[in-house]
């Protein structure tokens, strides 16, 4: 699986990745909106440079190795392709923006301006560049080598070299090895990244983990409510019946009719006359 | 039925001003009618329309469940009322959900693109397939008085299936009430600890049912006011008394689970969120139960109806809590519902409303029949035979005031609504105002605290007016080419004079002014011994000026775009090189930017172009 590894302490913050992405992908300027983060990112920017003392930390879609946004999507409109990257479909999206809610960078961004809008993010260059083996214009643009592409197990490894021999340089940490189940954008940084994070930070486990549970509940629970309903009437029914037998209406009468339909009123009607 | 009148028109009102409403949500798109953003891309929408909704429309398969499951006969009489509400609940919640989704036309989508590991997938499902059983289990009663042979099989056939689809109503229901809390499994970031927890589903669940119970006890009574018609009573009173057990539940589910999860202090910390959960739960749980115990309140109307009320209040501001309130102070955005997003919801709510007052009128919805023809006290229907005016049909008795009322909201939300509604959402015709003080500035080109007076009005006319600002206001963005000061000031390697010594000559007289500026006679006849430009230009340094020069400016020579530019750049390099994490001491060396193609200077040909 390829990935993108960034060394926050390489980045100059020249912004070419910045450049390369809006021509790769034909992004139109990017105007200052009201719906806009203050990030750099928007629906027309998919990767921008956050400054935050004198780091340069380029802000883009992490591409989870198990990517919230996939598993929150109804339609299954974005997926994580075998190569790496994630990629959404605006064929199959009907707009419900739950992929925006699942997101724990806060990643997809939405055309709010427009009245055919669509979700818009990073994609890794898949389409155009990492399917045909090529690397993305964003690490190809790089004049430091700050960020590159390269299969994630060689680009971890040597995380842990330039970890090993520069400790000082660093914060003790590979970010994207391990949170939120492992992300295919890798962080060297000398300061703490949690500021990439929307809310609470939640990244000790894979989001798309905490509905598992719920969702396979589902048949078991479909069924078991059947089941149970079903058992309680009959009992209820059978109940009735036998304490029926000295009264000459009641629920029995409901019952061998198999039931007397939505309203009362039909029952009720019948014993007027 | 005065109020009755009164309560259509109020709702044909708000039905009318959402229906212009609809048109410029899908004129304009959803940033021209929201206040969404890319932080909270969902909001009132989703909390009240869809959460909210669904849970609203609960008391259909509790009441259902109640007299089909439990077979508690004496509930008949409020089962169909229950399943129209549920049943106009759910179309409201997808009407509310098309103004809500970017791509509306695409919403059939989740037939044939599955995402099993979706919520809201199942979610979808679940609400499509519940709409489909409560049309189903509601329409014998629009069938009942039908003569058609083929609609009288089909009622006949339905009736039969009413215990089948009752169940499969509430097996529906289970998941999908529930699974609208599932959704929020998977947002442990947005939603705030007093909120969310891994039994969410179960929460929604059991508040469901309870808010099923208060609502159709709302129902049941408010119907009964308008319609000026004896409540049920003793079904309400029953409802409570169902509801007294199912909202205590809740409330101990509730504080126990977050007594387990160790977050009891959050509540009493007094933060935005501890008040919210406080208000929230004592509406939907404490008062209620507590109102619910005493038998005064049992036993009369009003106070079912106000306790009624509160719960229903209560439960569905949890929904609007978990669904964007709850999420506001761990995201730290700043959402709050356009007036729009309100009114618009308040119209689904309306026609809702409406369309179960129209059912109300025509079929056999309570137990006493259809609400009848006497019972409407206005406008009679009669016919004068005198002259032969035929007084209208009670049903459209109200139409003229109720259009009057809908054209009247149309009217209000026309004149509500902003700019952008009409003009579109346009960033590029913004006008930029000139500079308000003077039309000479001091620019501090170097940032050394040394400013040079610069022609600001001059440049402006110069340039073509305010359409010209861009050429040196350039944003230094990636994909902008910047306009460096070479363009104008060509020299490379001179530096250039801004003043124009012999326009002062031949303006002061020559021959004569030159004291005027170099005054003193003894001294050389140069810069630093001639006057300053504010001296005689007073006005030229502005009281508003954001520099201030730490002497008056002399007018000498500009630094020549060479020594200007280095002056800019070189300084930020030296700091970045010095950077132990940079480790990049070249990046302060010539080469790093003059890679060998700079030529070296030659002083013979001074007006040779020169390149980096």
């Not at chain 1, 960078?105 to 898949?126: A, D, E, L, N």
């Not at chain 1, 598992?212 to 089941?227: I, L, Q, S, Y």
């Not at chain 2, 508690?72 to 409020?78: G, M, P, S, V």
């Amino acid at each position: 699986m390829r990935a993108i590894l960034t060394d926050v302490t390489k980045c100059i913050g020249c912004e070419k990745c910045v450049a390369a992405c809006v021509t790769e992908n034909k992004l139109p300027p990017a105007l200052p909106a009201r719906w806009t983060r203050d990030d750099g990112l928007s629906a027309e920017r998919f990767t921008a440079i956050e400054r935050k003392g004198t780091s340069n930390v380029r802000k883009q879609c992490r591409h989870c190795l198990e990517p919230a946004c996939a598993s929150a999507c109804p339609v299954g409109a974005l997926h994580k392709t075998p190569e790496g990257p994630v990629v959404y479909d605006s064929s199959k999206c009907l707009g419900c923006r739950y992929c925006m809610m699942a997101c724990p960078f806060g990643i997809p961004r939405y055309q709010w301006g427009s009245t055919v809008p669509y979700v818009r993010k990073c994609t890794m260059c898949h389409e155009n560049r990492v399917k045909l083996g090529r690397q993305p214009a964003c690490t190809e643009a790089c004049p430091t080598q700050a960020t590159i592409f390269g299969e994630r197990t060689e680009l971890l490894a040597e995380a842990h070299r330039r970890l090993g021999v520069d400790p000082a340089r660093y914060q003790p940490a590979v970010w994207g090895e391990t949170d939120v189940g492992g992300t295919s954008v890798l962080y060297l940084s000398p300061i703490p990244l949690d500021f990439l994070g929307v809310g609470r930070v939640q990244h000790e486990r894979a989001l798309p983990e905490l509905t598992v549970t719920a969702m396979e509940a589902v048949p078991p629970v479909f069924v078991g409510v059947g089941a149970v309903l079903a058992g309680v009437r009959w009992i209820i029914g059978r109940r009735m019946k036998l304490a029926d037998g000295s009264s000459p209406h009641g629920g029995s009468h409901d019952g061998s009719h198999g039931g007397s339909g939505t309203g009362s009123r039909g029952g009720s009607k019948e014993k007027k006359p | 039925m005065r109020r009755l009148l009164a309560t259509k028109a109020l709702l044909w009102f708000i039905a009318g001003g959402a229906l212009i409403l609809a048109i410029v949500r899908f004129a304009r798109g959803m940033g021209a009618t929201t206040a969404l953003t890319d932080l909270t891309p969902w909001g009132f929408w989703i909390g009240f329309d869809v959460m909210g909704g669904v849970a609203l429309a609960a008391g259909g398969f509790v009441v259902a469940g109640t007299v089909y499951v439990f077979r508690l006969e004496r509930y008949h009489a409020i089962v169909r009322p229950a399943v129209l509400t549920a049943f106009l609940g759910y179309l409201a919640v997808v009407g509310g959900l098309l103004f809500d989704l970017g791509l509306p036309w695409n919403i059939w989508h989740m037939v044939i693109y599955w995402n099993p590991h979706s919520p809201l997938f199942e979610v979808g499902w679940c609400v499509m397939l519940y709409l489909t059983v409560l049309a189903l289990e509601f329409a014998p009663v629009l069938f009942e008085a039908a003569r058609h042979p083929l609609l009288a099989k089909a009622y006949k056939f339905l009736k039969s299936a009413t215990v089948p689809l009752v169940f499969l109503g509430i097996m529906l229901s289970t998941l999908h009430q529930s699974s609208l809390g599932s959704l929020n499994l998977i947002l442990p970031h947005r939603l705030h600890p007093l909120w969310y927890t891994p039994i969410l589903p179960i929460m929604f669940f059991v508040s469901a049912i309870g808010l099923g119970l208060m609502m159709v006890s709302c129902e049941s009574l408010v119907s009964a006011w308008l319609y000026e018609r004896e409540p049920e009573l003793e079904v309400v009173q029953g409802l409570g008394k169902a509801a007294r057990w199912v909202l205590s539940g809740y409330a101990v589910l509730r504080l126990g689970d977050i007594f387990v999860r160790g977050q009891g202090p959050a509540i009493f910390a007094g933060t935005y969120e501890s008040w919210l959960f406080i208000t929230e739960f004592l509406l939907s749980a404490i008062v209620p139960v507590v109102l619910l115990s005493l038998p005064a309140i049992r036993r009369s109307a009003g106070g079912l109806t106000v306790t009624a009320l509160m719960a229903v209040t209560g439960i569905v501001m949890n929904r609007i809590d978990v669904g964007g309130l709850a999420q506001v102070g761990t995201t730290g955005t700043h959402y709050v519902p356009s007036w729009m997003e309100v009114w618009m919801s308040l119209g689904v709510v309306a026609a809702a409303a409406l369309a179960y007052f129209f059912v109300a009128e025509r079929f056999n919805l309570f137990h006493a029949g259809p609400v009848k023809r006497e019972q409407f006290r206005y406008n009679l229907p009669t016919f004068d035979p005198g002259t032969l005016v035929a007084h209208p049909d009670p049903y459209t008795a109200g139409l003229g005031r109720y259009t009057l009322a809908g054209v009247f909201g149309a009217a209000v939300v026309l004149g509500l609504l902003p700019h952008s509604a009409f003009a579109g959402l346009s960033l590029k015709s913004q006008r930029v105002t000139p500079p308000g003080f003077g039309d000479r500035v001091l620019i501090d080109g170097n940032r050394t605290r040394e400013a040079v007076l610069f022609e600001h009005k001059k440049h402006v006319e110069r340039e073509g007016g305010e359409a010209s600002c861009v050429r040196c206001h350039h944003l230094n963005n990636p994909a902008e080419r910047t306009t460096g000061c070479a363009r104008c000031h060509r020299d490379m390697y001179q530096t250039t004079s801004i003043f124009d010594h012999s326009l002062h000559a031949a303006r002061l007289g020559t021959g004569k002014g030159c004291a005027s500026c170099h005054v003193d006679n003894a001294a050389l006849k140069d810069v630093a011994h001639t006057k300053a430009c504010l001296d005689c230009h007073t006005r030229m340094l502005p009281a508003t000026a954001a520099v201030k020069p730490r002497q008056p400016p002399r007018l000498g020579p500009a630094p020549s775009y060479v020594d200007a530019l280095h002056g800019m750049c070189i300084q930020c390099h030296e700091e970045r090189a010095k950077d132990p994490r940079v480790n990049k001491p070249a990046l302060a060396q010539c080469a790093t930017c003059h890679t060998g193609k700079v030529p070296s200077f030659d002083p013979a040909k001074p007006d040779a172009r020169q390149t980096l």
